[in-house]
């Protein structure tokens, strides 16, 4: 019966997750439109882009602290009223302040998202089971971007763009009713990480740790050139690149294809290689960190593209497809390290630290763009440039900071040594 709760369980985390990607998504494929009929400029854009993060880390921390005192349940119905009402909010209004107000409304219900459904998929799942359930919530995320790529330039040109946001808003909230009808709390515990009545390591130690410090810093590097999807890439392929709606739609679902794939690909092979003895550096580290690598080098090669269109996809698709390696390694490893009183919390606090990366990435590209006398392809492209040096130079600091296993016992002997010290005599 747990086996089969804990996946219906997993199911329905996965799908909430898709949904956010479409309520995420659906103004960068509505981008073409909203800029002709509002008559925005690519400053004005990329400023409505990172409006949707302006909160998202602020409520991703709030509400990762509230996730360790208060059921996973109750707070993702929360997250999807939110979610519901800003989406709602631009069916009925299509000005330029609807457009800022839903996007802060979006990023404050959907900045929690990630953290909170891995907090509540690991309540189902001991330490050594995670990488699998952890990398099937990040591909439903992908997942998600497909049938974006898919449907929602279809729906999109069919009713506009303001009753595709009706619709997104009826989505979500037929899922809410399933997950008030199925959802549950599971309730395993890592009692090899922490004695039932020891003392909580301090979150000054928690948070400045090397690994937790190195994985963040990356984290957020890695994440620019993910914020960019749900602003600035179809905007870029149909207007920088000529492309037409439906065909960056099947361009962006190809990348993402190849994403889940890869994903799936290396945390199998991390999963096995822990389940024959190797060493967490080596299969939780060594892997995701030579993805970034690739990733890196691939954005910084688009410099010798020159405009030629089929090297320019496939640098900036080999990028994207290995820097989403990291994001499931990373949670894996911040809660690997956190005791399970503070993994709701740390979870938070790392994903709210990475994703304030979307403030500064679509504000980024529009100053490039502009500085490139409104040249989208040519201002994208050297936005991904600059991404990529950062990429490789994180990427190399991670290497000599993350230490995932040395981190995790120096905390407990330390909380060894507390409780050892409150010890009567």
Not at 165 to 188: D, I, N, T
Not at 203 to 208: G, I, N, Q, S, T
Not at 327 to 356: C, Q
Request: aromatic share 10%.
């Amino acid at each position: 019966m747990l086996f089969s709760r804990r996946n219906l369980v997993l199911v329905l985390l996965m799908s909430v997750m898709v949904i956010s990607v479409l309520d995420k998504s659906i103004f960068a494929f509505a981008g073409a439109q909203i800029i002709d009929e509002l008559k925005l400029t690519p400053a004005e854009f990329g400023f409505i882009g990172s409006a949707f993060f302006f909160l998202y880390s602020v409520s991703g921390v709030a509400v990762g602290f509230l996730a360790n005192r208060f059921p996973s349940r109750w707070i993702l119905v929360g997250m999807s009223l939110v979610w519901m009402v800003s989406q709602l909010l631009v069916s009925v209004s299509s000005s330029f302040m609807a457009l800022v107000i839903s996007r802060l409304m979006l990023g404050a219900g959907t900045g929690p998202g990630t953290a909170v459904t891995q907090h509540a998929c690991f309540k189902w799942f001991g330490p050594t089971e995670r990488v699998m359930p952890a990398s099937l919530i990040q591909v439903s995320i992908m997942l998600g971007a497909i049938f974006a790529a898919v449907s929602l330039p279809f729906l999109i040109a069919q009713v506009g763009w303001r009753l595709a946001y009706a619709g997104l808003a009826v989505l979500g909230f037929a899922w809410m009713l399933l997950w008030l009808a199925f959802g549950r709390e599971g309730s395993h515990a890592d009692t090899a990480r922490q004695p039932a009545s020891g003392p909580l390591p301090g979150y000054r130690r928690l948070l400045l740790n090397r690994t937790f410090l190195g994985i963040t810093l990356l984290g957020f590097v890695g994440y620019l050139p993910n914020a960019l999807i749900y602003s600035w890439v179809p905007l870029y392929l149909q207007k920088g690149l000529g492309m037409a709606p439906m065909q960056s739609g099947y361009t962006v679902m190809s990348v993402t294809l190849a994403v889940i794939l890869c994903n799936l690909l290396v945390s199998a092979l991390s999963q096995r290689a822990l389940a024959r003895g190797a060493s967490v550096q080596r299969a939780m580290v060594a892997l995701p960190l030579a993805c970034c690598l690739g990733a890196g080098l691939a954005f910084v090669a688009l410099t010798q593209a020159h405009g030629h269109l089929p090297a320019t996809l496939a640098l900036y698709a080999t990028g994207a497809v290995l820097i989403n390696v990291l994001p499931t390694f990373a949670n894996t490893i911040v809660a690997f390290i956190a005791p399970d009183a503070r993994r709701g919390s740390m979870l938070s606090i790392h994903i709210g630290g990475l994703t304030s990366a979307g403030m500064l990435a679509p504000w980024l590209v529009g100053q490039m763009v502009a500085g490139q006398g409104d040249d989208i392809a040519r201002g994208f492209e050297l936005s991904l440039v600059l991404i990529g040096v950062a990429i490789l130079a994180s990427t190399a600091l991670a290497f000599w900071l993350v230490r995932p296993q040395r981190t995790r016992e120096q905390l407990q002997a330390n909380e060894l040594r507390i409780e050892a010290a409150l010890q009567p005599n």
